[in-house]
């Protein structure tokens, strides 16, 4: 299969949800998909090895972190960002734009660029579309993203159409500067363009509209899950859904609450990331079929019963919960790898089940009695 290629395998009858193969330079990806995040070329608490053995097929880091530190040499001369971290599958790479959202009291924008204030050590670094794009070259990875503006919430529809044109020309200037870079032995790397616009149903239209005129093998929906509804985030994935092509994977950014995988998925969505569940293990908060729970609450002290016992995981197949609580009422380190393995296993197994429900036509009915047991947000 040629690198970019995306099979669509099965679309379900009862919605837009629908399983497919995305082939990489590094292997395939099945979709629906849920991505773990290691900002830093680490999944926090979990090594790639565990990754593999649980069904992770493609990790996320980020090129504006990994700028910073350890710095593009120094990924350049170990072969690129999987020999550096020791990574045999697919990677992604965001640009940097989300950055532009998280980092606001470190940046000012213009038409050119991003000029960010490094959180580490205050130095000044101005990032163009073409510097991202050079950045991602010499990290590697096999899908890299055009860098944008990620609008904060709420906005006026006035900014966030500003935002969106400026993105739209970044676009542009991005998958030129890709071309531009063309790797001569053969394109490795997979551009995808991002979708803007923030709640607003004609911006998204309009974005998505020119988006898919620039032309990308892939294209994702970015700006949300930044403090917006569930319906206005329904809403903007039907409004770009129709104008988005079939033929190609549909990337929704930063969004992956369980609920949130099969309301998308519903829509359309193919690939998801989130730091969720790692960052709500190491906080206590367990993912589980039942719904979340706090694993430090008092309740759980004497409770011998695993995490979730529809779950095979190797916490839930050899600790208690009242082990774990103890763990964290001791400040051990230990629990917060055993949270973090447990919640990752629970999103890729969850999208394992969610494409075996399209591939089998229960789709519908696996997702009412999922949310029938997952009592709460």
């Not at 996320?60 to 020791?86: R, S, T, V």
Request: glycine fraction near 8%; include cysteine.
């Amino acid at each position: 299969m040629n690198i970019g290629q995306f099979e669509l395998l099965k679309t379900s009858s009862e919605c837009k949800a629908r399983v497919g193969k995305l082939h990489t330079a590094h292997g395939v990806i099945n979709t629906p998909a849920f991505m773990p995040v290691g900002t830093q070329g680490s999944v926090k608490t979990v090594s790639q090895q565990e990754l593999e053995e649980m069904g992770a097929e493609i990790i996320l880091g980020n090129a504006y972190h990994l700028y910073l530190k350890p710095g593009c040499e120094i990924i350049e001369q170990a072969g690129g960002l999987h020999k550096f971290i020791g990574w045999k599958r697919p990677m992604l790479t965001d640009s940097g734009g989300f950055q532009v959202f998280s980092l606001a009291t470190l940046r000012r924008i213009n038409e050119d660029g991003v000029e960010f204030q490094s959180h580490i050590d205050g130095s000044r670094h101005f990032f163009t579309p073409e510097l991202a794009i050079e950045n991602q070259r010499r990290i590697g990875a096999d899908i890299i993203m055009c860098f944008d503006e990620c609008v904060a919430y709420p906005t006026t529809h006035d900014y966030a159409k500003k935002s969106m044109e400026v993105t739209l020309r970044w676009a542009k200037r991005c998958k030129d500067r890709f071309i531009a870079t063309a790797i001569p032995e053969g394109e490795t790397q997979l551009l995808f363009g991002i979708v803007q616009g923030s709640v607003f149903g004609d911006l998204r239209k309009e974005s998505a509209l020119y988006t898919r005129e620039i032309d990308f093998p892939g294209y994702a929906i970015g700006g949300l899950s930044v403090g917006e509804s569930k319906d206005e985030l329904h809403a903007m994935l039907e409004a770009v859904g129709p104008i988005l092509p079939e033929n190609k994977p549909r990337y929704l950014m930063g969004v992956g609450t369980p609920q949130d995988l099969w309301e998308s998925v519903e829509r359309g969505i193919d690939m998801f990331d989130c730091v969720l569940p790692t960052r709500n293990g190491r906080n206590g908060q367990a993912i589980t079929s039942m719904g979340k729970i706090n694993i430090k609450n008092a309740e759980y002290q004497r409770d011998f019963g695993p995490l979730d016992s529809a779950c095979e995981c190797p916490t839930c197949r050899n600790y208690s919960r009242a082990y774990l609580n103890h763990l964290f009422k001791q400040q051990e380190i230990l629990v917060l790898r055993l949270m973090s393995l447990h919640n990752l296993h629970f999103m890729i197994k969850l999208a394992d089940t969610i494409r075996k429900s399209i591939k089998n036509d229960s789709f519908c009915s696996e997702k009412k009695a999922f949310m029938g047991k997952y009592s709460n947000e």
